[in-house]
């Protein structure tokens, strides 16, 4: 009888292969979630050597967003 539970998906670097694990990179495991269903990502250190520019575009704009004044909703009602 096939398993009703949802397949284990597995992030992989499409530059260097490794596999994300509650957020962190690291190198893959022999065996590790044989039935799994894989996706590819990129790891912030492929990220940083391939797209150089791309790291400082995201940089400028993580910036900007926190120097941003918050936008408050005007209708929003205090209780």
Do not use: F, K
Not at 5 to 29: F, S
């Amino acid at each position: 009888m096939p398993s009703t539970l949802p397949p284990c998906w597995i992030e992989i670097c499409a530059g260097c292969g490794r596999t994300r694990h509650n957020g962190a990179w690291r190198d893959p495991e022999p065996g590790e979630c044989p039935d799994s269903v894989r996706t590819h990502d990129i790891c912030p250190d492929c990220i940083r050597t391939l797209y150089p520019g791309y790291v400082r575009v995201a940089e400028r704009l993580r910036r900007e967003a926190r120097s941003a004044p918050s936008v408050s909703n005007e209708n929003e009602q205090t209780p």
